[in-house]
Every structure is written in C-alpha cells, then in structure tokens.
C-alpha cells in the first residue's frame, strides 16, 4: 500500500514537472539570453549594434513593413465578441410543484394505471430536483391543456419579461438591437416566436431576425453561434439571443416508460443574452467570446434517434429518450474534446495527450487513454443540467470535483432541465456565490437531440460583484444542498 502511495506520488510530481518545464519553455530559454546581453558593457553593446551595418533607409523600411503587417493583421482578423449582460426568468412562486404534488398530480392524472404512476415517482425521487422546479399553468390542471394558446402564453409570459429585464439591465433601446435569434425547440408556431418579440418591443423593420426550432437543450449556443458568425460581418451591432422551451404541450399522458420521463425531469426557464462587438461596449461587457466548437453525430441512426418526438403504440404524442443516451452523449463529448482541446489546453497537456495516443495505437502498449486535465484550462465549468445522469457521467469523463459541476447540480436542483437556458443559470449561480474573477475562463458544454455537443468558452472581462437581481437571489444562500447518490434513469422494460 505505501508503496503505491509512493509511486502515485512520484507520479504526480513528475507528471507537474513537466507540466511547468512545457507551459514556460519560453521564459526559461529567454532568461539566459537577457542575463549575457545584461553582463555585457555599453562599449559592448554598441560595438555589437554598429556591427549589424543598419542603414537609415533599412530601418525605415523594416518600420514601415511592421505597421502595413500589423495593419493588414488587425484589419483581417476576427471582431471581437462580447457578452454585456444576460438575464434569466425567474417563475413565480405559484408556479412551483413540490415533488409530492407532482406525485398526486400524475395519481389524479392516470387512476387506470397505477404502474406508470409509480414509475414516475420513483423517477422524481430519483431525479435531482427539489421542491421549488416549476411548470406551466397548462400542466397544472387535471388533465393538464396542451394547447396552441396555452403555449402562447407561456412563450409570451417567459419571452417579454427576460427580454424586458435584459433591456433594463444594460440600458439598452429597442432601436440600437440590429440582430433577434430566439430558439425554441418543440413549440414553432406562425408567425414565429421571433415575430412575437419583434411584435412586442417595435424593434427596428430591417432588423436581422431568425428563429430556430426542434434543435434540443444544447439550442442556445448555435444561437450564440449563429449570432457571432453574423457580427462577424456586420461592425458595430448588438445581437439579442433568447433561449426557452415551453413546457405546455410536452406533457405526455400515455404509459410509454421511454416517454414519461420528460415529464418529470423539464421545467419552466429562458434566458436572454446581449452580444455586441461595438468598442464603445468593451468595457461594460461580463465576457469576451474565445471559442466556440460544435459537434453533431447526426449520421450514425442510433445517436439521431436518441432523443426522439414520436407517437407511440396509442398514437399519443411525446418525446422518447433512448437507453443508449449516455453512452451517446459521452462519445458525442469526445468528438467535442478533439476538437476544442487543442484550442484551449497548455501545450503539457496536449503533448501528454498525443504520447499516449502513439503509445496506445502505434505502439500497441495497454495504456489507459489520457483524460487532459482541463482544470487547468477553465477555472469554471457550466455543463448542461440535463439530468442527474448526465451531470454524473460528464464529471466521471473530465474528471471533475464535486465543487465543478455544482452549479450544475444545484441548477438542476433549484430549477430542474430547462433545457437550452440552463446553462446560463449555471454561470449565474457562479456569480451569485462571488466566485467570477477578472481573467476566469468558463466552460459551457450543452447536449441536444440529433445528437449534439457544443461547447462555448468565455473569458471574464472583470470581476464580478454579487448580482442585486436573477433567480438566485432570494435562494443562493441555501446552497450548495446535499443530494443522494444514484442515477436518474433506470433500466426500464
């Protein structure tokens, strides 16, 4: 025993020597450059500059080549987006289900079938989700109203007032917003829900508008995408993204265990986000967008088929989650990892890294695959609240503390899945504890139907003094609560 304490412990030490040896090659071969040229005298010195034979016409030219360089380089070069400010909705407090009520609720609901009753209850025990989550209206009756109507107004209810509250937040006019995105995953009506907000706050007639649907809880960074690629081309703009799902019409009444488990896990939420690469806003602005990386593995059929809207065998609508969902998601992540790995982690990590990979796969040694150490990457990591499971297999695979994913924990705790929006809850909740710093790199990885990674990188402009408003504010000092061990899903028939 003392001798693997030993070994794991030089280990260690090696593996952290090398880490700095690696992360500051540069200084280190810097150091005795500068310490002969400081041993050496003026005459030195200047018997060595007269010795290069610089002429005037040389040095002018060389000057003039660094300027019209750094120019084509500054004029080339990606704009610089930043986050100003975001809001999250907050539900009023008659819009909560305590998990028992919850419970009596799908009694009252299903009296003809007390099996799938008892199914849902062991799965909201089960589920990570405190007595505070909240739902619609619609959902709230018995039976529960999924209708188009009912669905309008609860977009109307989440959409006007995180909108509202951003606009007031940032001082911003309705005039100065020259891009819309909204996503909504299950609920696309006509005219669209970007329409709606268009409608609501008389925003401007050439005002670049989209709306994006049936693209799951990881919805809200491909609006972000979609938003930087187009203030990409368009100087001095300000983009407004607004992330939700409404909850009314994805009630499912039937007794498909696959299907059920919806309902026990979503909740009510939405986010707005304000973007700009205006100079004037680099200062007020939260973050500064570093990397964004998308993964979809929408070609092999199990992962499409993963997350699913269908009928089942009664014709009765719904969305059904696979078995398979977690080992989907976890190769969904790796494919994510390649990819923003190499943008994000010191050069030690990365050439750890690519040593095991040609030991294992050149040199056919039984090695472990190396998992980068990303920690030394990001200082905060937001990942998806999309389950207890899910939250539990993405710590196991980064190899993350408990402290990592607590915003993930307690978001899922405190609000449940709302879905795309959740993540921001996550950074909220970062900020309501006063754990931002100036300099502090976040980590937003988000999963979706289809199947989908994507992963967002942010850089935090200053540091950031405990909000005064959000969803957190009446209940952030309950937190972090303790939540039992186990897993969300179970193997269902």
């Given at each position: 025993?003392?001798?693997?304490?030993?070994?794991?412990?030089?280990?260690?030490?090696?593996?952290?020597?090398?880490?700095?040896?690696?992360?500051?090659?540069?200084?280190?071969?810097?150091?005795?450059?500068?310490?002969?040229?400081?041993?050496?005298?003026?005459?030195?010195?200047?018997?060595?500059?007269?010795?290069?034979?610089?002429?005037?016409?040389?040095?002018?030219?060389?000057?003039?080549?660094?300027?019209?360089?750094?120019?084509?380089?500054?004029?080339?070069?990606?704009?610089?987006?930043?986050?100003?400010?975001?809001?999250?909705?907050?539900?009023?407090?008659?819009?909560?289900?305590?998990?028992?009520?919850?419970?009596?609720?799908?009694?009252l609901s299903n009296k003809d079938n007390?099996?799938?009753?008892?199914?849902?209850?062991?799965?909201?025990?089960?589920?990570?989700?405190?007595?505070?989550?909240?739902?619609?209206?619609?959902?709230?009756?018995?039976?529960?109203?999924?209708?188009?109507?009912?669905?309008?107004?609860?977009?109307?209810?989440?959409?006007?007032?995180?909108?509202?509250?951003?606009?007031?937040?940032?001082?911003?006019?309705?005039?100065?917003?020259?891009?819309?995105?909204?996503?909504?995953?299950?609920?696309?009506?006509?005219?669209?829900?970007?329409?709606?907000?268009?409608?609501?706050?008389k925003l401007r007639t050439n005002i670049?508008?989209?709306?994006?649907?049936?693209?799951?809880?990881?919805?809200?960074?491909?609006?972000?995408?979609?938003?930087?690629?187009?203030?990409?081309?368009?100087?001095?703009?300000?983009?407004?993204?607004?992330?939700?799902?409404?909850?009314?019409?994805?009630?499912?009444?039937?007794?498909?265990?696959?299907?059920?488990?919806?309902?026990?896990?979503?909740?009510?939420?939405?986010?707005?986000?304000?973007?700009?690469?205006?100079?004037?806003?680099?200062?007020?602005?939260?973050?500064?967008?570093?990397?964004?990386?998308?993964?979809?593995?929408?070609?092999?059929?199990?992962?499409?088929?993963?997350?699913?809207?269908?009928?089942?065998?009664?014709?009765?609508?719904?969305?059904?989650?696979?078995?398979?969902?977690?080992?989907?998601?976890?190769?969904?992540?790796?494919?994510?990892?390649?990819?923003?790995?190499?943008?994000?982690?010191?050069?030690?990590?990365?050439?750890?890294?690519?040593?095991?990979?040609?030991?294992?796969?050149?040199?056919?040694?039984?090695?472990?695959?190396?998992?980068?150490?990303?920690?030394?990457?990001?200082?905060?990591?937001?990942?998806?609240?999309?389950?207890?499971?899910?939250?539990?297999?993405?710590?196991?695979?980064?190899?993350?503390?408990?402290?990592?994913?607590?915003?993930?924990?307690?978001?899922?705790?405190?609000?449940?899945?709302?879905?795309?929006?959740?993540?921001?809850?996550?950074?909220?909740?970062?900020?309501?504890?006063?754990?931002?710093?100036?300099?502090?790199?976040?980590?937003?990885?988000?999963?979706?139907?289809?199947?989908?990674?994507?992963?967002?990188?942010?850089?935090?402009?200053?540091?950031?003094?405990?909000?005064?408003?959000?969803?957190?504010?009446?209940?952030?000092?309950?937190?972090?609560?303790?939540?039992?061990?186990?897993?969300?899903?179970?193997?269902?028939?």
């Open positions: 025993m003392a001798c693997t304490l030993k070994m794991a412990s030089l280990k260690n030490s090696v593996k952290l020597g090398c880490q700095y040896l690696l992360n500051h090659i540069s200084t280190l071969i810097l150091i005795p450059i500068l310490v002969k040229i400081l041993r050496l005298g003026p005459d030195q010195i200047c018997e060595m500059w007269s010795s290069l034979h610089f002429s005037l016409f040389r040095i002018l030219g060389s000057l003039l080549m660094t300027i019209f360089i750094a120019a084509v380089y500054h004029m080339s070069k990606p704009l610089s987006v930043y986050l100003v400010d975001y809001a999250c909705f907050k539900p009023p407090a008659s819009y909560r289900v305590p998990n028992a009520t919850f419970v009596e609720h799908m009694r007390p099996e799938i009753v008892e199914f849902q209850r062991r799965m909201i025990q089960r589920s990570g989700l405190g007595d505070e989550t909240c739902l619609a209206p619609a959902n709230l009756y018995i039976p529960p109203i999924p209708s188009l109507e009912a669905s309008r107004v609860e977009a109307e209810f989440i959409l006007f007032t995180v909108i509202d509250d951003l606009l007031k937040k940032t001082g911003t006019k309705n005039k100065d917003i020259d891009i819309l995105v909204v996503n909504c995953s299950i609920v696309s009506p006509t005219p669209s829900l970007s329409a709606m907000v268009i409608n609501k706050f670049k508008s989209f709306n994006l649907s049936g693209m799951g809880c990881s919805a809200s960074l491909i609006s972000i995408d979609l938003a930087r690629h187009l203030l990409q081309v368009h100087r001095d703009s300000c983009a407004l993204v607004v992330s939700t799902e409404i909850t009314t019409p994805n009630y499912y009444s039937g007794n498909d265990r696959s299907m059920v488990l919806i309902n026990c896990l979503f909740r009510i939420g939405g986010a707005a986000i304000l973007l700009s690469n205006k100079r004037a806003d680099r200062g007020r602005s939260k973050y500064r967008l570093l990397n964004l990386v998308r993964t979809h593995k929408g070609t092999d059929d199990e992962a499409y088929r993963c997350i699913h809207q269908q009928e089942d065998s009664q014709g009765i609508k719904g969305v059904s989650l696979s078995k398979n969902l977690m080992v989907i998601a976890g190769e969904t992540l790796k494919a994510n990892i390649t990819r923003i790995g190499p943008l994000v982690l010191p050069a030690s990590e990365q050439l750890l890294f690519v040593f095991t990979l040609i030991a294992r796969k050149i040199l056919k040694l039984k090695w472990k695959p190396y998992i980068p150490d990303f920690k030394q990457a990001f200082e905060h990591f937001c990942i998806h609240a999309g389950g207890r499971a899910v939250i539990d297999e993405m710590q196991k695979k980064l190899k993350l503390s408990d402290e990592d994913v607590e915003a993930s924990r307690m978001t899922l705790h405190g609000f449940g899945n709302i879905s795309s929006s959740s993540i921001w809850y996550e950074l909220n909740y970062i900020e309501s504890k006063g754990r931002m710093k100036k300099g502090d790199r976040v980590w937003q990885i988000a999963f979706g139907s289809g199947f989908k990674c994507n992963s967002a990188v942010w850089k935090c402009n200053c540091t950031i003094t405990t909000p005064t408003d959000g969803p957190w504010l009446d209940c952030v000092d309950r937190y972090p609560v303790s939540i039992s061990i186990s897993q969300v899903l179970d193997n269902y028939p």
